[in-house]
């Protein structure tokens, strides 16, 4: 059986969006409206730093170097954050494309969604340059973006209703989900060979195999609005809902 538990956190307004396990294996998560990025340990009070409260920090992943790294989708930037609180901000050299979400690869690059743009980028960490990758349907405006098990990169397409795969040469292929008007919105792995996906309008998370089976999971408290997903370090997956809380899904089998 699928247990979904939610926890509170925070005000509303706040806006709890992306999440992620840090390296230091607390789970970060960052708070858009507030403009501040959030540490917890469950069980234990959350911590907050604060950021430019115009940026609208979304979502959130570890990078190689031991940091966390975060998207500014208004502001146009990647943000970087230390375990310890630290953060920086790299200005990027594309204007509007909407930088929403961003991935360590396989290959050794950073890949990331441009919502406006319609693409999905890579950034080379030795001489930062930038590759761009159009998506197959137009006005798809991609969104969440995670490494997969395959050695692929996944990515939701939150206008198109679909879940996207890209490899490290570029070839793209799309899966339509069952509803098209789910609003898929972020994507991580399960550990199991799987990923998991939240709906946003459909008030739902998703499994997709990497062969494209695709199955649903309707959340309890109606109109949650789940965004950011992650892998926590007690084996279950845990979701960020706009509503102010966090709601952990333990994956049968485990």
């Known amino acids: 059986m699928t247990l979904i538990q939610e926890y509170p956190l925070a005000d509303p307004a706040a806006g709890p969006y992306g999440i992620t396990t840090g390296p230091d294996g607390a789970l970060w998560f960052t708070l858009a409206h507030a403009g501040q990025i959030g540490r917890m340990v469950p069980g234990e009070e959350p911590a907050t730093y604060h950021l430019d409260p115009a940026g609208q920090p979304t979502i959130i992943t570890t990078g190689p170097d031991g940091a966390l790294w975060f998207t500014e989708s208004r502001a146009h930037h990647i943000g970087r954050i230390t375990t310890g609180g630290e953060s920086t901000d790299v200005p990027l050299p594309v204007t509007g494309a909407y930088p929403s979400a961003i991935t360590a690869g396989t290959d050794g690059g950073m890949w990331f969604t441009m919502n406006q743009a319609n693409a999905i980028g890579r950034i080379d960490t030795a001489s930062t340059t930038i590759t761009t990758y159009p998506l197959p349907t137009e006005a798809a405006a991609p969104v969440g973006i995670t490494t997969g098990p395959d050695g692929a990169v996944w990515f939701v397409e939150i206008a198109a209703g679909q879940i996207g795969r890209i490899t490290p040469d570029g070839t793209i292929t799309e899966f339509p989900l069952p509803d098209r008007a789910g609003r898929p919105h972020?994507?991580?792995?399960?550990?199991?060979?799987?990923?998991?996906?939240?709906?946003?309008?459909?008030?739902?998370?998703?499994?997709?195999?990497?062969?494209?089976?695709?199955?649903?999971h309707d959340l309890p408290t109606p109109r949650s609005e789940p965004h950011g997903?992650?892998?926590?370090?007690?084996?279950?997956?845990?979701?960020?809902?706009?509503?102010?809380?966090?709601a952990r899904i333990t994956i049968p089998g485990r």
């Open 229 to 246: 997903i992650t892998l926590g370090t007690d084996g279950a997956l845990w979701t960020a809902l706009e509503v102010g809380a966090l």
């Open 186 to 216: 972020a994507i991580t792995g399960d550990g199991n060979g799987d990923l998991w996906f939240t709906e946003w309008a459909g008030n739902r998370v998703g499994s997709i195999t990497t062969d494209g089976t695709i199955t649903l």
